[in-house]
Structure formats: C-alpha cells, structure tokens
C-alpha cells in the first residue's frame, strides 16, 4: 500500500483530484467508483473547479457508485443519489446514461445487487474506485465482521454507522438500518483504489491498516492484499503524535509524545545573549524538523511565568508580552496551545505519571518558590488565566514580605529556599550544632536531612517547623479542593519517605500524598496534552 500524508483536509482533496484527474487524461472512457459520506466532498469540489476551468473532461467516464441506504427512495435528500448529484455529478460533465448507483427502491434487493455486478463486468471493471473508511473500518457498507469475501449485497448497518451517519438526518431513528453495497470482492476486483481518510475519528481505522494483521473486524484490512492502493490521510488521522515544549530559565525541552511516552526529545540550551527572536527561531526550527519526521500536528507549550490576553511574560526569559502561541502557530502551521509550566506538569503527572487513573490532582512543587498545577475532572484549572499560585497564598497575615510585594505567602515558609533560610538562622543561633557544622561548606536541602541522620536536634526543630508550614497550606489546599491525590514535586521531594510520611501524619492523612514521577519529563508529556 502506498501512503500519502497530507497537512490536511484541503491537500488531501487536491491529491486525490489530481490521482482522479490523471486516471481519466489518461482514459477519458475510465470505469471510476464514488464513494459518498463527508470524506470526499473537498475531491468533489477539486473536481468540479478542474471541470470549471477547462483542465477536466468527464463526458467518457462511466460511473459505479459503491453504496445506497435500503430501502429509501431516490431522489430524498439523504439517498446517496441526491448526495451525488448534488456534490459531483450536478457539477461536472459525466453523462447521466453512464452513471450506475444501486437503487433504494428496488423491489428485489438481491436482483438488484446482481444486476450490478454484471453492470460492472460489463463495463470492463472499476479502473479506480475512490473509498473512504468508516471509523469502525468499513468500507462500502461492509462492516466488521462481515463476509470478506462478498459481492454486491444486502446489509444491515451497524450501530457504530447508524450513530456516526445520523448527522446527515434529523435523528438517529430516521437513519435506515439495511443498505445495498459492494462487496469487498467487487471493490477488490477494481484495478486501481484510493482510500481517503481524515479528522482524528479515523486514527484507529487508518491505524488497522497499517497492522500487521487482516481481520473481519477491520474490513478494511482486506486492502493489504491488493496490488495498487493508495491511503492518502491527513495528519490527524494518521499520527496521534504530538510535541510537548516545555520551556525553562536555563533550557527547553522538547519532546515528542506518542501514546502518553516521549519517543524523542531535543534539548535547547538558553543562553544569555539570547532575544525573543532567537529563542523562537531555535524552538520552531527543532519544532518543523520533529513534526516533518514523526507527523505530529499538535503542540503544547508550558511556559512559566504570567499568560494573560498581551502574551506571555516570564522573568527569566527573554519574553515580555509575547504572543509565542500566534507566532509559532503562523510558522509552523498549526494550533499552538499555550499554558503555565506547572499546570503542564501537573497535567503530564495525572496522565501518565504517579497520578495515572485519577481525575483530581494537585501537583506542588517546591523550590526556590512554591509552583501549583490543579487538576480537576482531568483537566487544567486555571481560573481566569493564572489559577495555581498557590505559593503566594497568604498564610500568616503580617508575615514575611515576599518579593511579590504581599506578606506571608506559603512560599515564604515552605519552599526550599525558606527551609535555607530557617537552616542558616537556626545554624547562627546554635553554633555547636551538627546542622551548622553540616552548613559551613555549603547549604541546601539535603544538608538538613544530612544533619538528622546524624541525630541533630536542630535539625529536628527546624525540620519540624518546616513541615508544619507546609502542612498548613496543603491543609487549606485540601479543603478548598478535596484532591484525590497530592504530588510533591522539586528536588527536595527526592527525600521521598522522609517529608512524605511526616507530612501526610500533620494533614491527617486526609489525602495520599506521594512524589511526583516523572521528574522533567513531566512538563513534556502535559504540553504534548494540551
Ligand atoms: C460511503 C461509504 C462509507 C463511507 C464511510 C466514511 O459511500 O461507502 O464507507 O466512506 O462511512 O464516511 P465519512 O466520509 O462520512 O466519514
């Protein structure tokens, strides 16, 4: 099978006009086969605007068209032959005498399906026959499970069709349930097949087809044997790969996911010299490289710092107010999707990390502050924009200024760099202490776990102290969200049992509490999500 993946919808029409148009310059008197359904109107429209312009004569062609509901009368709006006219054989010149379609008026169905099958013979066989695929792997109306080996028949349509059809009628009970159809042996005697496929709700169909096996639940499947097919998709329903940027102070990650794994990663170092351009240009071009390769059409970005309706503006990067979703959008041609990094984390952890098979998470992540991620029903929360500030919760009113300008955030007691702080005062006001024997060469929070194996009393306060403070904004964290889970994150979360256990005992044990996963990768794996 030969395969053509296409940007899109639009592309994928043009190349099947243009396999369609080629097949009748060469034989103006070509026997093709229509299909009907959403996926071939843009190839109909292609068509009539070749036949508008001059550059297409269908007046030799003779037509086959592959199905018609049963029993439903012709010329109503749904039948397959209004459908037809009224999207390709209205617009172009194929003349009437030559066009066939099962009748959904026949009084004898299986005389019906005969008379076909001779049509066709006598006509010297389909040259092309243009298919689309059905999301259960259909083709024609030949559903899973039914005689691989048929020819033009009676079917009963299934429900998966019934419901997935039901958009052309005003309810799903005015949908009929038989059809007349080719059968796969009548499609596979056509000497050449186009198989069009796009939108996400064909991936697994198309998916089948390049399995390894042929099995009536995908009869589609059966095309594998043919000598000359051609799938000519969109990106959607071909790659369900996406790209997940994650982009911090010293480096962005980028990272290609497939089912909830990254498959390839890049890494950008950001340097200082750098501008917005320039980081730009660095990520989209590793971004056009991954999406040329791996087919993906989706990309996440988490970025830290503030996400409002001017752009992004972070701190440590070189962005202020910059609209990088648009901007990469408009170069690479796709959606963009933007978010805080902490939400991605927080949402690459739910998925596929140690939140897996829950639909409410908080993620924390302590470090130099307190970043959040809320997940709620699977979802980021992010409020109007920037939910998930949880280190700058007030938790001591008239405490301690943060550099956000308010006193006594969460941050300024419970990340790593307060637990420092409460180290170096705790060091200075007791000077024979393990802790500040441990501290003289350097401090950082493996030195106060350090200092308590070595049954530090000092560290101990201080130790305790600091869960406490943490176990107050998590506390009020729970109440106001009741999670099903709570993720610590940072590198002080490597200490593992020894913060976990102490912790979750303060909170009551109200909510497991556990370590985040999937350390940096997470971020990856929930922009991909976006
Ligand atoms: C239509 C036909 C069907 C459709 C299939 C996909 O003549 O034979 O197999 O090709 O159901 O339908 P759409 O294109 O509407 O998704």
Request: with cysteine; net charge negative; charged share 25%.
């Amino acid at each position: 099978m030969k395969l053509i993946v296409c940007e899109n919808y639009e592309e994928m029409s043009e190349k099947a006009a243009e396999i369609i148009k080629e097949q009748v310059v060469k034989k103006p008197d070509s026997v093709l086969g229509f299909a009907t359904g959403s996926t071939p109107v843009g190839t109909y429209d292609k068509l009539a605007e070749m036949y508008k312009k001059g550059e297409l004569d269908m007046s030799g062609v003779t037509s086959f068209n592959l199905d018609e509901y049963y029993p439903i009368s012709n010329d109503s709006d749904q039948s397959y032959h209004c459908f037809m006219e009224r999207q390709l054989f209205g617009r172009v010149n194929i003349t009437k005498d030559k066009i066939n379609m099962l009748s959904g008026e026949a009084e004898d169905p299986s005389e019906e399906c005969e008379r076909y099958e001779e049509r066709i013979e006598e006509a010297g066989g389909i040259d092309l026959q243009i298919l689309g695929i059905g999301r259960n792997g259909h083709i024609g109306f030949n559903e899973p499970d039914t005689d691989l080996e048929a020819k033009t028949h009676l079917t009963e349509l299934s429900s998966d069709t019934i419901e997935a059809n039901s958009r052309f009628f005003e309810n799903v009970d005015l949908v009929p349930t038989h059809a007349l159809t080719m059968g796969i042996s009548t499609i596979f005697k056509s000497k050449k097949i186009i198989l069009l496929a796009n939108g996400r709700s064909k991936l697994n169909a198309v998916r089948e087809l390049f399995s390894e096996h042929i099995t009536t639940k995908s009869p589609a499947t059966m095309l594998k044997l043919h000598s000359d097919v051609t799938i000519i998709c969109d990106y959607e329903a071909y790659s369900e790969a996406s790209i997940g940027i994650d982009i911090g102070g010293m480096s962005v990650k980028i990272g290609v996911v497939e089912n909830l794994k990254i498959i390839d990663k890049r890494i950008i170092d950001v340097t200082s010299g750098m501008t917005e351009k320039d980081l730009i240009a660095a990520i989209t071009s590793v971004c056009a490289e991954m999406r040329k390769r791996y087919k993906a059409n989706r990309i996440g970005i988490g970025v830290p710092g503030i996400i409002d309706e001017n752009g992004v503006t972070s701190a440590n990067l070189p962005f202020k107010d910059c609209k990088l979703d648009e901007i990469m959008s408009r170069a690479l041609g796709v959606t963009v999707k933007i978010e805080n990094d902490a939400n991605c984390a927080a949402l690459g952890e739910q998925a596929a990390g140690a939140g897996k098979g829950m639909r409410n998470v908080l993620m924390v992540t302590l470090g130099t502050g307190i970043g959040g991620g809320i997940i709620i029903d699977g979802k980021i929360y992010s409020g109007k924009g920037n939910a998930g500030e949880i280190g700058h919760m007030r938790i001591m009113p008239d405490g301690k200024l943060c550099k956000c300008g308010k006193h006594g955030c969460w941050e300024r007691y419970a990340s790593v760099s307060a637990l420092i702080e409460m180290m170096e005062r705790a060091a200075a006001e007791h000077p024979d202490s393990i802790l500040a024997d441990a501290a003289k060469d350097s401090i950082n929070g493996k030195t106060l776990f350090k200092a308590m194996d070595m049954g530090c009393d000092t560290a101990k306060h201080v130790f305790d102290e600091y869960i406490g403070y943490l176990a107050a904004g998590i506390d009020i964290l729970v109440s106001v969200l009741d999670p099903e889970l709570i993720l610590i994150a940072g590198g002080i979360s490597r200490e593992n049992e020894k913060i976990i256990k102490p912790l979750s005992e303060r909170i009551g044990g109200a909510v497991p509490i556990k370590v985040a996963e999937l350390k940096s990768d997470a971020g990856i794996i929930g922009a991909a999500l976006l």
